[in-house]
């Protein structure tokens, strides 16, 4: 079973940016989607962005322009990098990988928090 470590969240300002990255513990299949989950206090979990094994990516309307998700398939690594960040963007975020078998393993989550 893979393990997904989660790193790069804490306190930002309103307009400023953040990297979070996602490092599995071992080798993830090409055909493998990487992605981030995010959830706020009171809602709903919400998907972010997704990457899959061709570099197809995908965001959800409220981050597009905004945020850019990568991956590094040497490293087994999954890159969120938002910029211009807003108040409304606070949440914890989650790492996924959901395997071409359907199974979706998930990260512990980081805190991001914008806030002036």
């Known amino acids: 079973q893979v393990q997904l470590v989660e790193s790069g969240g804490g306190l930002v300002q309103p307009g400023g940016s953040l990297r979070l990255s996602c490092a599995a513990s071992?080798?993830?299949?090409?055909?493998?989607?990487m992605g981030w989950y995010r959830q706020a206090p009171g809602k709903q979990r919400e998907l972010v962005a997704f990457?899959?094994?061709?570099?197809?990516?995908s965001y959800t309307d409220a981050v597009k322009g905004r945020f850019t998700i990568s991956r590094d398939n040497a490293k087994n690594t999954v890159y969120l990098q938002m910029n211009t960040l807003k108040p409304e963007d606070t949440a914890v975020y989650l790492c996924?990988?959901?395997?071409?078998?359907?199974?979706?393993?998930w990260g512990q989550g980081t805190q991001v928090t914008v806030s002036s």
């Open positions: 990457i899959a094994g061709n570099d197809i990516t």
């Open positions: 071992r080798s993830v299949s090409s055909g493998s989607i």
């Open positions: 996924y990988v959901r395997s071409f078998l359907g199974t979706t393993t």
